[in-house]
């Protein structure tokens, strides 16, 4: 057979990229040095500008640095700077320093975690971060943790494997059998449970009619004396961090609600499962622990970057056998073989961006992170109220609901200051009453920061 050399692949083998490596630098330094100083989020005008980038795509291959420069030209310019310190949105997160170029590093690797054979190294540091995890959590020794992109689909497995647990204990066995002719699962949400959970449920074959809704309190928590009919299908779903107030289930009263049971607890703590990593939120995590399975965010809290999606499941087999895959091809080995704790063979090595986020932090560092996030919120709602608003939580992790006057006038002041550039944050309803969202998730945040926002807010309340 003729030998086949395509000229286009034989020029792309010969790309020099070391130059533009070199210019990627020089794009990310500036844009990580100004952070600071840009707008937190992008005028219009740079957004529209994103156009220029939807054209047809190129027949033949364009220059590496022509495409790093037009990506930095129109891209930059259009970011959200939710890595600086004025970005109150959602609940998302900045990066640690020691994250980053590990990250870059890790990025030229491109190793994929779904089995040792494919790469040992990322086998390996995924154990060690479960290690690490379980011992600052404080999550019992048995427990085996999977990486995923985010607490959704990190609960989705925390469902997957309860299913799995409770049924193949009535002798079940629903990944041959599938759902439609087994037992119902009886599943409890709090009302503030995250919507994420719903969506997770109905991807396991648990639809929203399945679902009872304990009714939660004037925090968003669950109402664990509603609790009743706990059994050996039940599955309760409690919730660490409200995504608006902070607050946490009272999971020492679900315990003794569930106790003996048989029941299977899942808690989502996709960002305030951190609190378990300091002393000082004890009386809030107080039991949490005695869970069997748990969701956490690395690009929350933690301020990993994205996308850093942690589950933790006490009991190995459950969580192996929802998981599970086969295939002549596979090697299994003695060693982690990531995909046997994901829905996803092939992923990112992501563990690694928590390795270095963790050690670049330390034991101290991330309890001191998170408790600052906690003091800062504290003094940011303060503040707030001195100038008039109404805070409507109380501050229990690092989230604040603040409402200024009417819903008309709560609703034009978050309009006018996300396109202030100065800051960013959301609304949402609390009680059906409109109401702003701060998520204080950013380690770069300062007070002058908080300072600086709140004047920005006043001059605004003036403005309109
Ligand atoms: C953010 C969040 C989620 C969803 O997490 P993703 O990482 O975006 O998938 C789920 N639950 C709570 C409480 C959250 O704050």
Redesign the pocket.
């Known amino acids: 057979m003729e030998k086949y050399i395509s000229p286009i692949m034989d020029k792309i083998r010969k790309q020099d990229i070391s130059e533009t490596l070199e210019q990627a630098k020089i794009y990310a330094q500036v844009y990580h040095e100004s952070i600071t100083d840009r707008r937190v989020y992008p005028t219009e005008h740079a957004i529209a500008d994103l156009n220029i980038l939807d054209t047809p795509l190129n027949d033949n291959p364009e220059e590496p640095m022509e495409i790093l420069k037009l990506l930095n030209k129109y891209g930059s310019p259009a970011t959200v700077a939710q890595t600086g310190g004025r970005y109150f949105g959602?609940?998302c997160g900045s990066i640690i320093p020691s994250s980053l170029p590990t990250k870059w590093l890790a990025d030229t690797w491109d190793q994929n975690p779904a089995m040792f054979v494919l790469s040992p190294i990322a086998s390996k540091i995924e154990s060690i971060v479960e290690k690490w995890l379980l011992d600052l959590l404080g999550l019992p020794d048995q427990s085996r943790v999977g990486y995923v992109?985010?607490?959704?689909?990190a609960?989705l497995v925390g469902i997957c494997a309860a299913r799995n647990y409770l049924l193949s204990k009535k002798g079940y066995d629903p990944i041959r059998q599938g759902l439609n002719e087994l037992p119902r699962i009886k599943v409890i949400v709090g009302a503030g449970a995250?919507s994420?959970?719903y969506k997770a449920l109905s991807l396991a074959g648990l639809g929203s009619d399945m679902v009872r809704t304990i009714p939660a309190d004037d925090q968003g928590r669950m109402q664990a004396e509603l609790l009743e009919d706990i059994d050996d299908l039940t599955l309760i779903i409690a919730?660490a961090?409200?995504?608006s107030s902070g607050a946490f289930d009272p999971m020492e009263k679900i315990f003794e609600k569930a106790k003996n049971t048989g029941a299977w607890i899942h808690v989502?703590g996709?960002?305030g499962l951190w609190a378990m990593a300091d002393e000082r939120f004890a009386d809030s995590t107080k039991a949490i622990e005695l869970a069997d399975s748990w969701s956490v965010?690395g690009?929350?809290t933690l301020n990993a970057p994205y996308d850093n999606?942690i589950v933790i499941c006490r009991h190995e087999r459950s969580f192996v056998e929802s998981m599970q895959m086969s295939g002549s091809y596979i090697i299994k080995s003695k060693d982690r073989d990531g995909m046997m704790y994901s829905p996803e063979m092939s992923r990112r090595a992501r563990a690694i961006d928590l390795w270095s986020t963790l050690k670049g932090l330390g034991k101290q560092g991330i309890g001191e992170m998170v408790y600052e996030m906690h003091i800062k919120a504290g003094y940011f709602a303060n503040k707030l109220s001195q100038i008039g608003f109404e805070i409507l939580n109380h501050i229990h992790f690092n989230q604040i609901i603040a409402r200024y006057q009417s819903n008309e006038a709560t609703l034009k002041l978050i309009d006018a200051i996300q396109k202030s550039g100065v800051m960013w944050l959301g609304g949402a309803k609390w009680m059906n009453k409109d109401i702003m969202r701060i998520s204080l998730c950013s380690y770069k945040t300062t007070y002058e920061d908080i300072d600086v926002c709140v004047e920005e807010i006043e001059r605004l309340i003036e403005e309109i």
């Open positions: 959602f609940v992109s985010g607490s959704s689909t609960t995250h994420t959970v919730q961090g409200h995504v989502d996709a960002f965010d690009h929350k999606g």
